[in-house]
């Protein structure tokens, strides 16, 4: 079945640490996204791909990097310079600008 | 700037109890305005899309409904597996990099009791 893959599915980092985000979908979606959710504010854009090898900022993409390398795969890595990175992370892809397949999710805790 | 406010923020309903959720939007050029549900821990599931006024899509004991300003999600004699949280998105028609944004609501959470 096609669909999108997020992994870990919980994820713990400590003060100082990179940790990456994987995420891949076996379904020639063109298009993925990284957002993120906290309570009471919704789904913020982190960034956002629309072909391999580019990519452009979201609206919160400060602390953040990704990398396109390849269709299916569209890995985050949260940095050191994001100071407050406990979060819900959500993958995304989508094919000639429709509606998003969403993964499962990432929850992110720092300890 | 697009902008999507959903209304209320949360609605407790007893099971049967029909009642609606709104959708608020501003946007330049509405390419399609998309409603997902989301149970807690889990990423959102894809419930519709509308792409002109006046649309209406159905599902079960959900209705969803377009105007040039708002959407309305009805939900008709609701049952407790209806509890999730309900979300709103909108894509602009803007040529360019950015067309395939979509631009979220803040979600309306919705609790059916038995």
């Known amino acids: 079945d096609g669909g999108i893959t997020q992994s870990p599915k919980y994820l713990f980092r400590k003060e100082g640490q990179n940790v990456t985000l994987s995420c891949e979908q076996n379904l020639n979606h063109d298009a993925m996204y990284w957002y993120r959710q906290d309570p009471g504010q919704g789904l913020r854009l982190i960034y956002y791909s629309q072909i391999v090898n580019d990519f452009q900022k979201g609206d919160i993409a400060e602390g953040y990097s990704v990398s396109r390398e390849k269709k299916e795969s569209f890995p985050l890595t949260v940095t050191s310079a994001q100071k407050n990175p406990t979060a819900f992370y959500l993958c995304?892809?989508?094919?000639?600008?429709?509606?998003?397949?969403f993964g499962s999710g990432t929850r992110l805790t720092v300890v | 700037e697009d902008q999507v406010t959903q209304s209320p923020e949360a609605l407790r309903l007893q099971e049967g109890e029909s009642s609606s959720l709104n959708c608020s939007y501003t946007v330049s050029g509405l390419r399609g305005l998309f409603w997902y549900r989301q149970d807690p821990g889990k990423g959102p599931e894809f419930l519709f899309t509308?792409?002109?006024a006046g649309e209406e899509k159905e599902k079960e004991r959900l209705k969803a409904t377009l105007t040039k300003k708002e959407s309305f999600l009805h939900i008709t004699a609701p049952k407790p597996e209806d509890s999730a949280t309900y979300l709103c998105a909108v894509q602009a028609g803007r040529s360019g990099g950015s067309n395939y944004k979509l631009t979220f609501g803040k979600g309306t959470l919705l609790t059916v009791n038995p």
């Open positions: 995304a892809s989508s094919s000639q600008g429709y509606g998003y397949t």
């Open positions: 509308l792409y002109s």
